[in-house]
C-alpha cells in the first residue's frame, strides 16, 4: 500500500469510528486491509476505498473491516477497584435514589464480548439489594463489533474470561457445556440486551436516554481527544440527572471535557451528570 492509500483508508476509519491507526500499527492495519482487498477481489486499495465510499454495499463492507481492526480483549470481573466501589457503594446508592420507581438501567458501552455487562448482573444478584420479582434491571451491552454482540449474546466464555473469577462464583453463574466452555445462566442472561452501536454515530447513541450509570472502559484510549470529547459528552445526555459515567481505570477526561462533576468513590474515580436543576450545558 502507498502512503497515500493509508492516509485515505485510515483517515476514513477514523471518521467512521473514531479509531486512530497510530504509525506502529501501519504494517497490521494493511495485513487487516489486504485481507478485505482479496477478500472482495479487488485489486488495489484505493479501490477498495472507493468500493467504501461509493458502492451500494459500503455499510456491510464497513462493519467486516471493522471487525478486524477493533482490539476486544476483555474479562470478567474486570478492574476490581470499580467491581468492589458498585458491590460496596455505588448499588447502595442507586436503590435508595431509584426506591421508588424501582427501575435500574445501567449502559455497558463497547462491551466486547459481555463479560462487562454479565459481570454487572452477577454483582447486583450477588448484592442482593435488588430482588429480580420487586425491580426491574435493564443493562444494555452495545458494542461496534457484529461478532463481539453475537458472542454475547451466546454468553459462552472460555477459560481467560475467568482469569480472575473465583472458581466458586463462576461455578455457581456458568453451566460447563463442554471441556473449557461455560455458558452464563439464563437468569443472568435475561437481564442482559445486547445490540450493535457505533459511539462515533451521534444518531445512535441520541437513542439512549435515562442511563443510572454508563460504563465505557478501556475503549477512549482508541481515540483522539476530538473523538473522545464528543463521545463522553453525548454521554452525558445519556444519563438521568446525578448519574454516573465510570471509564477505565487508566483513562482521564483531564483536558478533555469539564461538564460532568469528579466523585471519588472508593477508590475509583466516576464522572457525574448535574442535578436536574442544574445544567452543564453552558460549561462545554
Ligand atoms: C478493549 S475492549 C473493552 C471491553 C470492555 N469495556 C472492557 O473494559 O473490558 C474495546 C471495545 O470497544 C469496541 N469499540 C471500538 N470502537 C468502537 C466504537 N466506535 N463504537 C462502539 N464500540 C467500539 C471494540 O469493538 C471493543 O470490543
Request: hydrophobic share 40%.
Given at each position: 500500500m502507498t502512503e497515500d492509500e493509508i492516509k485515505l483508508l485510515s483517515d476514513y476509519v477514523r471518521d467512521y469510528c473514531g479509531l486512530l491507526i497510530h504509525d506502529s500499527q501501519e504494517l497490521l492495519f494493511q495485513k487487516r486491509v489486504k485481507k478485505r482487498v482479496d477478500a472482495n477481489k479487488l485489486v488495489s486499495a484505493k479501490e477498495y476505498y472507493h468500493f467504501l465510499r461509493f458502492d451500494s454495499k459500503w455499510a456491510e463492507e464497513m462493519r467486516e473491516l471493522v471487525n478486524i481492526l477493533t482490539v476486544n480483549e476483555t474479562y470478567f470481573f474486570r478492574e476490581s477497584p470499580h467491581m468492589e466501589m458498585f458491590s460496596n457503594l455505588l448499588f447502595r446508592i442507586l436503590k435508595t435514589r431509584n426506591t421508588d420507581k424501582k427501575i435500574l438501567r445501567i449502559w455497558s458501552a463497547a462491551?466486547?464480548?459481555g463479560a462487562e455487562p454479565y459481570s454487572l448482573a452477577i454483582l447486583i444478584v450477588e448484592s442482593g439489594m435488588f430482588p429480580l420479582n420487586d425491580w426491574k434491571i435493564e443493562i444494555v451491552g452495545t458494542d461496534i463489533n457484529t461478532e463481539m454482540v453475537r458472542a454475547a449474546r451466546k454468553g459462552v466464555f472460555t477459560a481467560s474470561a475467568f482469569r480472575i473469577t473465583p472458581a466458586q462464583l463462576r461455578d455457581k453463574y456458568f453451566?460447563?457445556?463442554?471441556?473449557g466452555c461455560w455458558e452464563v445462566d439464563d437468569k443472568i442472561k435475561r437481564m442482559v440486551s445486547f445490540s450493535q452501536m457505533n459511539l462515533h454515530s451521534a444518531s445512535q447513541m441520541r437513542?439512549?436516554?435515562?442511563?443510572d450509570v454508563i460504563l465505557c472502559r478501556?475503549?477512549?484510549?482508541?481515540?483522539?481527544d476530538t473523538g473522545k470529547k464528543e463521545v463522553v459528552e453525548r454521554f452525558y445526555d445519556s444519563l438521568a440527572p446525578e448519574g454516573y459515567l465510570v471509564i477505565g481505570q487508566s483513562e482521564s477526561l483531564f483536558r478533555i471535557t469539564n461538564v460532568y462533576n469528579i466523585v471519588p468513590m472508593g477508590n475509583a474515580i466516576l464522572y457525574q451528570r448535574e442535578h436536574e436543576?442544574?445544567?452543564?450545558s453552558a460549561s462545554r
Open positions: 462491551c466486547s464480548n453451566k460447563e457445556i463442554e471441556k437513542l439512549v436516554r435515562d442511563m478501556n475503549v477512549l484510549i482508541y481515540f483522539d436543576s442544574q445544567t452543564a
